[in-house]
């Protein structure tokens, strides 16, 4: 942090202060386990929707949407014109299913219907999405602060996820959501202020970026062709819905927040909420790309350090400058656009600046952490330890689990956020894995309460179907030339609609082939 000037170091340590002493305020009430996963629904509907507003708007959106928007056009954004739609499914039916089970897991249900299996698989799918989401966006967080301050991303990650880990465990979820609504704030200020900068300094400026993205096609939204090999419009709309309704209603970031509401209204209009503040926030984000585009474009020299820097990560250690300087000339924006916007803030703007956009884009990212650390916990206490271990808990053996699971996972995710450095592209391989996780339980979830007729054989059935799916269109693009015909013809964000829709209908035609046999049976 010594490079940076005392100014914007200030600003990031009074931000950093903050959230620890918010969560040392809420330490006070953390007396049991229900106060620390769900505040005992306290907590008002409009705080709820703006920290499951935080929770969307993390560092994947902060980073990787401006850099996805900056490589190539506005496709992306159709995922966030799907919200409306799942959210719409999510108040109708499972926000009030979760209300009136008041089961805190959003996973218990699942043994009622199928069986410890079915709760289990759903666990461990969503257990790994948080450490895929979480070792993302400390991914995300590193690669800016170390773009700023010449530090190691595994430094960085370091001392942001100490951070995180103290006022997550301090606070509970009533620490989280307050955080995140100051959080929301910030980031959204930070996203506004980038585009002010960039404007100003556009020789043209607003004009001028409008005039270049139309003809550089920046704000397509992708082909409308029924092609479902490629990126098009409807591929992203149905990734986006089924992502979506797997968030809103089996991801435990989001059910939670729903016991924290005061009432099941509070809870609908808190998803209403986000929704209504994400899609306009989403488009800040997708027009800060295509104005760092077009800002580069007219200034291209400033491009060759990003260049460099990604020539010099691919090259093995030790390559020459003339190796470097060749590789740079042949790379696309496609390859750098994550480090666009981080390269802007440390040259472009001034002392002050610097140091709420850097904590506009840390807050985006300890946002969805705390979260995911929370929810991870959460699950973790009543799904493993609980079912498993110690179902007599008492509230001090079960505020111990929560607490260790709290850092555990915390700990997992920077540990993944390292496994993840040298990704082309944040939000490309977040929505993969996230893809790939979600599918199986969202799956299993909608079998279970979609069909009443579906039992225990037919669900484990489905799902073995839903698995095969899924590492086929996950792995088979590794088979070899001579295999080529087994390949998956889909687009990997086609992973969780393929891979939901394989269950779901394999239970439902189990189910109506062991119906048809028991009928024949019975005459």
């Known amino acids: 942090m010594k490079s940076l000037p005392l100014l914007d170091f200030s600003i990031i340590a009074v931000y950093l202060l903050g959230m620890l002493l918010v969560g040392a305020y809420f330490s006070r009430k953390n007396g049991d386990a229900e106060q620390f996963t769900s505040a005992k629904g306290t907590i008002p509907g409009w705080a709820i929707g703006?920290?499951?507003?935080?929770?969307?708007?993390?560092?994947?959106?902060?980073?990787?949407?401006?850099?996805?928007?900056?490589?190539?056009?506005?496709?992306?954004?159709?995922?966030?014109?799907?919200?409306?739609?799942?959210?719409?499914?999510?108040?109708?039916?499972?926000?009030?299913?979760?209300?009136?089970?008041?089961?805190?897991?959003?996973?218990?249900?699942?043994?009622?219907?199928?069986?410890?299996?079915?709760?289990?698989?759903?666990?461990?799918?969503?257990?790994?999405?948080?450490?895929?989401?979480?070792?993302?966006?400390?991914?995300?967080?590193?690669?800016?602060?170390?773009?700023?301050?010449?530090?190691?991303?595994?430094?960085?990650?370091?001392?942001?996820?100490?951070?995180?880990?103290?006022?997550?465990?301090?606070?509970?979820?009533?620490?989280?959501?307050?955080?995140?609504?100051?959080?929301?704030?910030?980031?959204?200020?930070?996203?506004?202020?980038?585009?002010?900068?960039?404007?100003?300094?556009?020789?043209?400026?607003?004009?001028?970026?409008?005039?270049?993205?139309?003809?550089?096609?920046?704000?397509?939204?992708?082909?409308?062709?029924?092609?479902?090999?490629?990126?098009?419009?409807?591929?992203?709309?149905?990734?986006?819905?089924?992502?979506?309704l797997n968030n809103f209603g089996m991801d435990q970031n989001y059910v939670q927040r729903y016991h924290a509401a005061k009432t099941s209204k509070a809870a609908s209009r808190s998803l209403w909420l986000c929704v209504w503040l994400y899609v306009p926030a989403s488009l800040l984000f997708f027009f800060i790309g295509t104005c760092l585009f077009s800002y580069y474009n007219v200034h291209p020299d400033m491009l060759a350090v990003v260049k460099e820097q990604v020539a010099r990560e691919r090259l093995p250690v030790g390559a020459v400058q003339s190796q470097i300087h060749q590789l740079a000339a042949t790379l696309q924006p496609s390859d750098y656009g994550d480090k666009v916007m981080p390269n802007f803030i440390v040259t472009r703007l001034p002392a002050g600046l610097v140091g709420l956009i850097i904590a506009a884009i840390m807050s985006a990212a300890m946002s969805t952490i705390s979260s995911g650390m929370n929810s991870s916990a959460t699950v973790f206490s009543e799904d493993i330890y609980r079912r498993y271990f110690n179902k007599k808990a008492s509230e001090k053996q079960r505020l111990r689990v929560l607490y260790a699971g709290t850092v555990a996972f915390g700990l997992l995710g920077m540990i993944t956020g390292v496994a993840m450095t040298g990704a082309k592209s944040i939000l490309d391989m977040w929505w993969v894995l996230s893809g790939i996780f979600a599918a199986g339980m969202l799956g299993i979830f909608l079998l279970g309460i979609l069909s009443k007729q579906t039992k225990n054989h037919a669900a484990i059935f489905a799902a073995v179907i839903g698995v095969l799916v899924i590492f086929w269109m996950t792995f088979s693009g590794q088979l070899p030339s001579s295999y080529a015909w087994l390949r998956s013809p889909f687009n990997t964000n086609m992973i969780i609609v393929i891979g939901t829709l394989s269950i779901f209908l394999a239970g439902i035609i189990y189910t109506k082939i062991q119906g048809s046999d028991n009928a024949l049976e019975k005459i």
């Open 50 to 244: 703006i920290s499951i507003y935080a929770t969307f708007l993390s560092s994947n959106t902060f980073l990787g949407v401006p850099g996805k928007a900056y490589g190539g056009n506005w496709n992306s954004f159709v995922f966030s014109l799907s919200m409306p739609l799942a959210a719409w499914v999510a108040v109708k039916y499972f926000v009030p299913f979760y209300r009136t089970t008041g089961e805190v897991s959003a996973y218990t249900h699942l043994e009622h219907r199928f069986g410890s299996w079915a709760r289990t698989y759903a666990v461990v799918c969503f257990l790994l999405t948080q450490l895929a989401r979480m070792g993302s966006i400390f991914f995300g967080i590193a690669l800016t602060l170390q773009a700023l301050t010449g530090f190691s991303m595994t430094s960085v990650m370091l001392v942001v996820g100490l951070c995180i880990i103290l006022y997550t465990v301090m606070g509970g979820i009533e620490a989280v959501i307050w955080t995140e609504v100051v959080q929301a704030v910030i980031k959204t200020f930070g996203a506004m202020l980038i585009i002010y900068v960039v404007i100003k300094d556009m020789p043209g400026g607003f004009s001028r970026i409008m005039d270049v993205g139309r003809q550089s096609d920046k704000f397509s939204l992708g082909s409308f062709s029924l092609d479902f090999k490629h990126s098009t419009f409807w591929v992203i709309l149905l990734y986006g819905f089924f992502i979506n």
